[in-house]
């Protein structure tokens, strides 16, 4: 059984007649779900993901002081902490006394502060270069299993995705970083006989890649572990797993090499082949790197375009 799942069953079961009985003049202020933090909130988990932090819990998500006081969301607490030890053969994790629990209370100002360095969801176009995309993935995943004043919800949308400016700028960056390290450097440090540095190129590349690809896709890309996993759900260049895959998983000796040179090519002309198909791009060819510039000129905002193009990567 995935986390999520667990978890919403364990609120209906449990948290939500907890609430009905003990805070039922609050409880349309509260949203309650699971989000943030861990492979169970974007659907990622597994048996072995289980060893820590995994068990039948959700979030309570809590308004400021002004509206439920420091005393009311202590008794919630306790109240949530009450509630049954295992369930469904999954133990419960003890509350951290001093804070920083996954699950349980937690103030809405508090938790997009932590993930985004803003209470509210209102950034500036200049923030959402500093933010990494996994802290805003981890905003907006999981699921809402209840949210009667909408704020929480409303907060989430805002940080649905980045705005189009940044998402130009980023990709012309990441464009830019495939062309220098894998269609450029990577075959001078084969020729050289350098292997490591040849390895080094590729992994640029592929990092990079798999940006292009969540961007192109408008998808937030999550913490490296799991970008692999990730690009296998998404609707557009999906198929670039294993191409990419192979690039990083084999060897550099000169007839391998050849065969990563027509890969890189391969990965190159796919995604830009996309970019003009979403009309990103006028350059013709698979050079990625003038792909990058003309895609650059593609952001409206003049400040934004004029920054140096490797601004956002």
């Not at 509210?120 to 959402?128: A, M, P, Q, R, T």
């Not at 919800?153 to 189009?164: D, F, G, N, S, W």
Request: aromatic share 12%; net charge negative.
């Amino acid at each position: 059984m995935k986390g999520i799942e667990l978890s919403e069953k364990f609120y209906l079961e449990f948290g939500a007649p907890m609430l009905h009985q003990n805070f039922s003049e609050i409880e349309n202020l509260i949203a309650v779900g699971l989000a943030g933090s861990g492979s169970e909130c974007f659907g990622y988990d597994d048996e072995i993901s289980r060893d820590h932090d995994f068990e039948p819990g959700f979030c309570l998500f809590l308004p400021d002081e002004d509206i439920i006081d420091s005393q009311t969301a202590f008794a919630l607490e306790r109240a949530y902490s009450k509630l049954p030890k295992e369930f469904m053969g999954f133990k419960r994790n003890s509350l951290n006394p001093v804070g920083g629990n996954r699950h349980g209370v937690i103030r809405i100002a508090e938790f997009f502060k932590e993930k985004t360095g803003n209470a509210d969801g209102n950034l500036s176009l200049k923030d959402w270069f500093f933010i990494p995309e996994q802290s805003l993935l981890e905003a907006t995943n999981g699921k809402v299993f209840r949210d009667d004043s909408g704020k929480f919800t409303a907060i989430r949308e805002k940080l649905a995705y980045m705005p189009e400016e940044v998402r130009l700028k980023k990709l012309a960056g990441n464009l830019l970083v495939m062309g220098q390290a894998g269609q450029y450097n990577y075959k001078r440090c084969v020729l050289r006989g350098e292997t490591a540095a040849a390895q080094l190129a590729l992994t640029e590349f592929v990092k990079s890649a798999l940006n292009a690809v969540f961007l192109i896709n408008k998808k937030y890309i999550p913490y490296y572990k799991w970008s692999f996993r990730a690009l296998k759900d998404l609707n557009t260049l999906s198929h670039l797993y294993e191409p990419l895959e192979y690039l990083i998983s084999s060897g550099n000796e000169k007839e391998e090499a050849l065969k990563k040179e027509e890969v890189i090519e391969r990965v190159c002309s796919d995604i830009t082949g996309e970019l003009k198909n979403q009309q990103l791009t006028q350059f013709t060819g698979t050079q990625t790197e003038g792909h990058a510039y003309a895609v650059n000129n593609k952001i409206e905002n003049g400040e934004i375009r004029n920054l140096h193009i490797l601004y956002g990567v």
